[in-house]
């Protein structure tokens, strides 16, 4: 697939949104405090948004991107957890948006997407700190990610509907 430079440009400003939004989000307190890596993940608003206008292929740069990205800006400390989270999320977003989007919405993409990201991340604290026991917050963890899904679902159906053309139409 060709990649012009207007559709580069587009999803630059889209990779910027994304790491700023992940930056503020990441100053706010854990919502979960016995989960602190678990967050709402607004930034995975911006990369559901990438697979539906952009397609899988461009997100899958972008999510790489973005991790790098942020874990230069906060920490190198959060990339185990960011990047296991950020590409199980993709996976399982575009997956579905291939498969069944748009008999499934938008929101039920998101909610997958969180639910398999969480479940990522408490994989990677399991392991980096050898404590099995983590998972046994597996179910308000997962609780959390359908709110969290709910929230970036809409989000992004509202990015997709107001943000500007020229956004969404580089192709």
Do not use: H
């Amino acid at each position: 697939m060709k990649r012009s430079a207007k559709r580069i440009a587009a999803l630059g400003v889209l990779l910027a949104l994304a790491s700023v939004m992940f930056i503020v989000e990441s100053l706010i307190p854990p919502l979960l405090p016995m989960a602190p890596y678990v967050k709402i993940g607004l930034a995975n608003s911006v990369v559901l948004f990438v697979i539906a206008v952009f397609g899988a292929r461009d997100a899958f740069v972008f999510v790489l991107l973005k991790n790098a990205i942020t874990a230069l800006a906060v920490s190198p400390f959060v990339l185990p957890f960011n990047l296991a989270g950020s590409l199980c999320a993709y996976a399982v977003m575009a997956a579905l948006y291939a498969a069944v989007f748009p008999k499934v919405s938008l929101v039920s993409v998101s909610i997958a997407g969180a639910v398999f990201s969480n479940i990522a991340r408490t994989a990677v604290a399991v392991l980096l700190m050898q404590a099995e026991s983590l998972y046994i917050q597996l179910p308000f963890v997962c609780a959390f990610s359908v709110l969290a899904g709910i929230v970036i679902g809409v989000l992004t159906t509202f990015l997709i509907k107001y943000l500007p053309e020229r956004l969404t139409k580089a192709n």
